[in-house]
Every structure is written in C-alpha cells, then in structure tokens.
C-alpha cells in the first residue's frame, strides 16, 4: 500500500514559493516504493522554486551516520560565534568524520562540544523541531525535513554561517570517499556538484537503518533531498532502497516533472 505524500512550500532564499509537483506520487516512484518492506521516509527539496515535498511527512527515524553533519555545523557555528578560528588538529577531526565517515572522530568531537545537550540547544536555535539527540550519537532521531534544513544553511547564504564556513562545509561533504556516496549519490547527471553525507548501522531491535542526505548542483539549480529507511532486513536491502530512489528523484528532476512514467 503507498501512502499518500504531502507536499509543501518553504521560504527559502531568492526562491519563489510555487506550489509544485510531487515526486513521490509520480507513477514510477510511487510504483517502486510500494515493493518495499522497510520504512521509507523522504524529503526532496527545489530550491528554484522552494517546493519541498515529503514523503511520510513527521516519522522519525535513527540518523546514523547522517548526524555527523549536525556536529560538523554546530562546531564551526560555535568557532564563529566565538570569533574563533577551528584549530588545526579539530579540522582534522571534522574532515575524517565527514569524509571518511570516521566515528572516533565524531565521538570526540560530540562529547568536546558538549554532547546531546548541546546538540540539542544548537538544534533548537535552528528552528529542527522533530530533532532529537542521544549520547549514542547514531541514534539521534531525525526526520528529513529536518535534514533538508540543515542542508539549506551550508548552500544558501544564510545569518548563521559566514561564506567560507558554508563553502568549507560544502567541500567536506563533496569529499566524501567513493565507498560511502550512495543513495543521494545515486544518479545526478555527469557534470552536477554533489556532496552527501550518508548513515548505515545494524540497529538490534529494527534491523539495517540506511540513510542518505545531501546536495545536487545542476547548472544553476539546487536540489536537496534526504532519505531515510529502517527496518531493513539487510543491509543490501537499504543500499537497493536508497540507491533506487536517489536514481528515480533526480532522474524526476532532470527530465520533466510530468513526463516521468
């Protein structure tokens, strides 16, 4: 059974709202989200014309490795508040847990900035209502609409992040190592930006959480989507789900809104 989405429309920056079409209620989208078994939840967002839609709007799920990407915003948010430069030794840190997906890294940066407590206030100020953190840093939960907005401060010009801090995060995403840009990854056009930051662990009570969120910059246009899915009775199986559904939103995208069938 496919259930229904919903779309809505945000303010972002030098974008106009238009109410849009829905990706996920496109014949082959919502055709290949009826064969899975796992639970879905996803966000797509257009910058162009601000439309964000959802699908399972509100269901939160385990971040896994996603969160990685709220520690990153929240220590170089805090450096510039501070009027701090990031040492160099911590950038070597930030870099590895984006890049690499390196979890000592993400563990030692987390307890230094203060832990779920602090994560939580920063999130707070941002405005993520649906975003909870944890000591065990994997099992933040999130929703994708959460996950789109934190997208939006590292590529729009925002008051929160200076220029450089955006362009540094924007880098570290877009340096992600093959091995680990999956899913959003999956399917941009030769010649697009990407930059990504994915999620994967065996959750004991829930199975495989497989997670992907990120940016496409195609020509002049910014894409941001985020994916999560839980429940996965392997981990292949998430890999399959991600990565089909990273393929089917771009390729929505680039061909014609009303002409994927």
Known sequence: ????????TTTVPAATDVAGPDPF?????????????????AAVCDLS??????????LRQFTASMVKLDILLELLVGAEQRHEQVPAATLR??????????????TALFNALGGPTALDAFNARLGLTSTTSQWN??????????????????????????????DLAMSLLEGVVPAQRFGIGSGPPA???????????PEVATG??????????????WYLAAIQTGHNPSKQYGLDTVNTLGRLLWRYERFGKYRLH
């Open 137 to 166: 840093w994997g099992a933040t939960l999130t929703t994708p609409a959460d996950q789109i907005a934190l997208l939006r401060l590292v590529v729009l010009p925002n008051t929160v992040l200076s220029t450089s801090t955006r």
């Open 25 to 41: 209620t496109s014949p082959a989208i919502a055709r290949f989200l009826a064969t899975r078994t796992n639970v879905v939840s």
């Open 93 to 106: 840190l930030a870099r590895s847990m984006i890049t690499t997906s390196d979890n000592d890294a993400a």
């Open 49 to 58: 014309t601000g439309t964000l839609s959802q699908y399972h709007p509100g």
């Open 191 to 201: 010649g697009s930006a990407v930059g990504l930051k994915d999620g994967w662990f």
């Open 208 to 221: 495989w959480q497989i997670n992907s969120a990120g940016f496409v910059l195609l020509g002049n246009t």
């Open 1 to 8: 059974m496919v259930v229904a989405s919903t779309t809505t």
